[in-house]
């Protein structure tokens, strides 16, 4: 750039421009060009100072795009009801188009007699006399300046000619402070986001307010219409964070995400695609085992990034995928010390309490043979044993109960899936139902039964719970001898003969298509309740 400033200069001393009037009012525009670090204000501030130095009655400043046409256009000298007649401003072509592709100073008498000549938009001012200079900063063209309209004389002269190659330099040097600046700025306020965010999961701070306000940084950093943290594969997409109003639950209608980082809104196409929003940016969530999940920000008017912006955004995207995983670990750990202090009630449990109920048990069975002549006290001890029997069973279940945790990994065992059932089915009633197990229950059952143990539990134990009325209900999964035996009894008011169960019936159906029987024991009018039996064989 100094080299083009001195060969600038010494063009004007070619020139004869030793007037120190004029020299004063160069290196004064100069200095007013490079002024302020605001690059919108920058690019007015070129445009406005090029007009006066020159007596252009006209002036503007075309941003060179990523698609070699003008993505940005200031102005001057055009008032605002011109403006409102005009179709639309300048995109690049014709003359314009030129000075992008063949960066030099031009300087045209007639705009119309000039080859590259394409006319102007529908409702633009009537321009002749042109004098035009590229804007290069770094050896790139960054834009191009262009002054129309000479006001004391019929064109420009090649004194302006230098003169814009002057202010043209200084541009590049203002405009490229304001860039750095703007990018500084960027970065500063990106890093802001990262370390305030990143920190919180350490603090204490629940993963759903971090998600939240994340969304909301990053929303107001870009202008974004919504941002998104989801985790999960198309077909199951879970939203975890998210501005604006929720979502309601269900499919969100995202049945792929797309390979580039940025693409049309209908491409997603889904419930996400809010308040007119017409771009999608897509950044992957990463851990160890790979993508897990996604942040998405939907766009008014934005179909790409600058370098800054991505960089920052890739960091956030960083910053999420540690929160989500640091919250897991956390969760892990929690589970952990819940299991710690249920393993240990557990371990009493069974050392204790059981073997203080197997020693009453043995105890009453001592008993039981002296009472040999005695029908009353015999049939009495009976029942005692029974109950201890049941009561150990019981104690059984509930120490498994203490050593899983429910909606974990451990719903691949069958009793863990049978009590998850219960305690689901359970949760709004007004009594508890038992259960108990008897057998290798989750070694000996085939995975093709499962189904059907669930629908038999499901259909049984609800119609115990709304219609039964009683007091207690027992649940007994037993695997004895080749067989598989679920029972559900109660002691309510039975089933009446005049009423149809369509459910009972596909019990029943179940039974038969894996080769055993289900049968329904009841006794209508409160005299014993109802008893619910699906026995299958466990092989074939």
Known sequence: MNRGLSEALDALARHGVDDPRVLSDLLE???????????????????????????????????????????AFVYTGITPAQRSQMDHLPVGRGVLGLLIDEPQVLRIPALGDHPASVGFPPGHPPMSTFLGAPIIIRGSVFGSIYLTEKRSAPEFTEVDETLVAVLAVAAGVAVDNARLFEQARTRHRWMQVIARRGSEPMAGIALEDTLARLCDDVADLTAAVDVFVLTGAPGGVEVVGHTGAAIAGGDL?????????VVPADEIGSSLIRRAARWVTVQPLQRAAGTFGRLVITHADRPRWDDEDAAGLAGVAEVTSLAVAYAEQQQVARDLEVLEDRHRI?????????????????????MLAGAATDDAARARLEQVVADLDRTIAQIRTSIFDLQTISGHHDTATLRRRVLDIVSELAAQAPIAPSVAFAGPVDTVVPER????????????????????????????VTADDGVLTVA????????????????????????EDCDGVFEVATAPGGAGGTTLTWTVPLTG
């Open 346 to 366: 557990a371990r009493d449990l069974h050392d204790h309490v059981i073997q203080r109920l197997f020693a009453i048990g043995m105890s009453v069975q001592t």
């Open 253 to 261: 209608g995202v049945t792929a995400f797309p390979t580039r980082s």
């Open 449 to 476: 039964l499962a189904p059907h143990i669930d629908a038999v539990l499901r259909e049984g134990l609800s119609n115990a719970l709304r219609h039964a009325d009683a007091d207690h209900i027992d649940v007994s």
């Open 29 to 71: 525009a100069v200095l007013v060009v490079g002024r302020g670090l605001e690059l919108d204000r920058a690019l007015q501030r070129i445009v406005d100072v090029a007009s006066q130095v020159v007596g252009a009655r006209y002036g503007a400043l075309g941003v060179r795009g990523p698609d070699g046409g003008l993505s």
């Open 488 to 511: 559900i009894s109660d002691d309510g008011v039975g089933i009446g003969t005049d009423v149809v169960y369509r459910g009972l019936d596909n019990l029943t159906r179940r039974a």
